[in-house]
């Protein structure tokens, strides 16, 4: 069993940055990959970055690249998301996740086999 538990949500305005933290714990933790995800209301979840874990290979959706940075810390189990440049349309919950059985496709929810608890982002035009 993995648990993940994200931070650094919170309210900003419009062209702020926030820097989100997800910590993995429980059993022996090499995923292939952690991706972060978000869901606006009304809307459905949506793909915003990945890692792989061990060779660091990053994927970003098409809205925020340029803008957001994911990264990740091996040792201390955690995958990171700096977002710089933030558009109200930013807003949303934003939930890790940990992928243990593939390689492929790693922009798909289903991919991933634990979660976190989410954390809201708002950003203030």
């Known amino acids: 069993q993995v648990q993940l538990v994200e931070s650094g949500g919170g309210l900003v305005q419009a062209g702020g940055s926030l820097r989100l933290s997800c910590a993995a714990s429980g059993r022996t933790f090499s995923p292939y990959s952690m991706g972060w995800f978000r869901q606006a209301p009304g809307k459905d979840r949506e793909f915003v970055a990945a890692i792989q874990w061990t060779s660091g290979n990053t994927y970003y959706a098409d809205s925020v690249k340029g803008r957001f940075t994911i990264s990740r810390d091996n040792a201390k189990n955690t995958v990171y998301l700096q977002m710089n440049s933030l558009k109200p349309e930013d807003t949303a919950v934003y939930y890790c996740?940990?992928?243990?059985?593939?390689?492929?496709?790693?922009?798909?929810?289903?991919?991933?086999?634990?979660w976190g608890q989410g954390t809201q982002v708002t950003v203030s035009s």
């Open positions: 996740a940990a992928n243990l059985r593939t390689i492929w496709r790693i922009d798909q929810d289903i991919r991933y086999d634990y």
